[in-house]
């Protein structure tokens, strides 16, 4: 079963959308405000709908600031005139947008598309940390290159070879001597 969080400014919006979802297949919270949902463990919950605005905010930013506290899918429901400006604010930390009047196919619709875009966004998350990291070696790599450069007076291409024979000699990752070339343990 799924968590969902539903945020709404009234009691009553927040029953009308949890009766189109599915109670068989998703567990449903409400609230009615930011400080309410702040207040919930909101780690749980794999959906997390917020009908904007809010009883005290108007939920974009409340959407803005979930992201970086969860992986779950951010939905925002908005007026059609306000679309395309809650389109640029939550694009970018990947929140799906609903226009209101809500329908329980476009709800249900909203909840399938990020279901079925949940892995690819997975891989391409793993893809950056492993650039990311890949970048962060070579980095090192190259001020590793630079101190054996200056302090040994080798070209670039002698410096890179000392620290592959080194790696190789150590039997160790050239990244693992170019962090003790860093640290002054070696050369």
Known sequence: MKNVLIAAKTAEACKTLASF?????????????????RSIDITRFDFIFVSVPLENENGLSLLTELRAMTEAHLIAIVREDAAEAALKRLAPIGAYIVTKPVFKGAL??????????AGSEIVFRKRIAELEKQAEQDK?????KLLVMTKEQLSEAEAHRRIQKLAMDLRVSQYEIAEDII????I
């Open 183 to 186: 640290n002054g343990l070696l």
């Open 140 to 144: 090192k790599l190259t001020r590793a």
């Open 108 to 117: 249900m619709q909203a909840i399938r598309f990020c279901e079925t875009h």
């Open 21 to 37: 979802i599915d109670a068989a297949e998703y567990d449903v919270t409400t609230a009615t405000d930011g400080i309410t949902v």
